[in-house]
């Protein structure tokens, strides 16, 4: 059965470094998603992608994420200068529409502890 | 604003009924869904229910919605040590289904 992976599965970083997670989401799927969970905390939604540009953002999604989908395979979340309050398992997710529904995939999560 | 409650742990004997409960706030939620996490899993869909239903049923799942009250369970039969994980209540928004909100998880521990 195909499944959403994620890399890495954890990443240690110093805060104020740029950070890549990257994710292959189920090749027919065409909506695509980043979530994060603080140790703790909710599952917060941070973006969605389709058609190759963001459909929505949370206000946490500020100027310093970004997503892309440059290759047609991968969907990467780049932070520019990580803080301390990003420390998360950060999720990626890919989607199809069924009916009036959106079905969303999840991937293992990439734990991102910065230090 | 839209907001999703649950209790954060359950611990129930191997064999009996788990009853997950969970609050949530926005009248407008057009689908519910519970997942499961297991360590060092994804977030794996469990069930789902549309809003204009009372109840669904999937082998050992049962979902309730009390639309009235906004309140949502899942009701696992039999439970079992596989059983074991952390349960996600979630809902989607009518206008932007595309989103998923979710609770905090209730982990659920198993006794022998």
């Avoid at chain 1, 994060?36 to 999604?61: A, D, H, P, T, W």
């Avoid at chain 1, 200068?81 to 969303?104: I, V």
Wanted: charged share 25%; hydrophobic share 30%.
């Amino acid at each position: 059965e195909p499944e959403v992976t994620q890399t890495p599965s954890h990443q240690v970083t110093q805060m104020g470094q740029e950070v890549i997670l990257r994710c292959v989401p189920i090749s027919n799927h065409l909506y695509f998603y980043w979530y994060r969970q603080i140790l703790g905390q909710k599952v917060e939604f941070l973006v969605s992608f389709y058609n190759n540009e963001i459909s929505e953002k949370s206000e946490i999604f500020d100027d310093q994420f970004s997503v892309e989908r440059p290759d047609g395979s991968n969907f990467t979340l780049k932070i520019r200068s990580t803080k301390l309050e990003d420390s998360a398992m950060y999720f990626c997710a890919s989607g199809r529409r069924q009916g009036a529904r959106y079905e969303q995939y999840f991937g293992p999560g990439t734990r991102l502890t910065v230090t | 604003g839209e907001d999703v409650e649950q209790s954060l742990f359950l611990s129930v004997r191997e064999g009996d009924s788990s009853v997950i409960n969970c609050t949530y706030t926005d009248s407008s939620s057009t689908y519910l869904y519970w997942y499961k996490q297991e360590p060092g899993a994804g977030l794996q869909l469990l069930t789902y229910i549309f809003s204009n239903m009372d109840m669904k049923q999937d082998q050992r799942l049962t979902v309730l919605l009390n639309k009235k009250d906004k309140h949502l369970s899942l009701r696992i039969a039999d439970t079992q040590t596989g059983d074991s994980a952390i349960y996600f209540c979630a809902e989607s928004m009518r206008n932007r289904d595309d989103k998923i909100i979710f609770g905090k998880g209730t982990r659920l521990h198993i006794l022998p």
